[in-house]
């Protein structure tokens, strides 16, 4: 079983930043890929971006070129700097983990979402 514990959530204006953290623990069986997902009020949950162990990344098409994702493989932590973020950016985020198991296949492991609030 994998915990997920965010920080960095928080209220911004247009244009600013922030930087979202995901700390992994409590798996003795490898991380494959983490990630951030969001949900907006009324909206369904939307993958943000993806890394997996080997580094390779994946974005949403609405933050390319403003987030950034990265990893640091040996913490098992996952960061997403936000940068020139906008108030459709505004929703709660979510950290997700993958293992992929012999035998059970793909596991998803979530955190317990941080609101990103962006608003003058």
């Known amino acids: 079983q994998v915990q997920l514990v965010e920080s960095g959530g928080g209220l911004v204006q247009p244009g600013g930043s922030l930087r979202l953290s995901c700390a992994a623990s409590?798996?003795?069986?490898?991380?494959?890929?983490m990630g951030w997902y969001r949900q907006a009020p009324g909206k369904q949950r939307e993958l943000v971006a993806a890394i997996t162990s080997g580094g390779t990344t994946n974005y949403a098409d609405s933050v390319k070129g403003r987030f950034t994702i990265s990893s640091d493989n040996a913490k098992n932590t996952v960061y997403l700097q936000m940068n020139s973020l906008k108030p459709e950016d505004t929703a709660v985020y979510y950290c997700?983990?993958?293992?992929?198991?012999?035998?059970?296949?793909?596991?998803?492991?979530w955190g317990q979402g941080t609101q990103v609030t962006v608003s003058s």
């Open positions: 409590g798996s003795r069986f490898s991380i494959n890929a």
């Open positions: 997700n983990a993958v293992q992929i198991r012999v035998v059970l296949g793909r596991l998803d492991y």
